[in-house]
């Protein structure tokens, strides 16, 4: 019987891990994603500064500038998302703009807040 000659076998590991660098992954998305939030975000406060700026010097009242604005940035989300994004991003905007307007006015001008209003009279309050 002829021998039969096992070869020296090195385990190769040829099996690809699925989760391996999951972790890393998900890690480096939420930075590069924040990274990229914080960009757009500063370049749309800019290209907000600049809009004031220019309907500051137009012969037409500040109130209608900031509220044509507006109406073009709201339309342009509304016809561009679905309607549920839509509506989720408005009320979150909506939302978020009460909170910084009431820290803003408890920071510089607390006489304006009472603290014992319940939440619907402060945002009532703050935005009337």
């Given at each position: ?24 992954s998900i890690e480096e998305e939420q930075t590069q ?37 507006l109406f073009h940035a709201k339309q342009t989300a ?50 009337h």
């Open positions: 019987m002829p021998k039969i000659r096992k070869g020296k076998s090195k385990v190769k590991n040829n099996v690809v891990p699925f989760r391996a660098d999951e972790k890393n994603r924040q990274s990229e939030q914080d960009r757009l975000n500063s370049i749309l406060r800019d290209k907000c500064n600049e809009m004031l700026k220019i309907i500051n010097t137009s012969s037409i009242e500040k109130e209608w500038g900031l509220y044509a604005l509304s016809f561009d998302l679905h309607p549920s994004e839509y509506v989720r991003a408005n009320d979150a905007s909506s939302k978020e703009i009460v909170k910084n307007q009431r820290e803003y006015l408890e920071k510089n001008f607390s006489e304006f807040i009472n603290e014992d209003m319940d939440i619907k009279e402060k945002n009532k309050k703050i935005l």
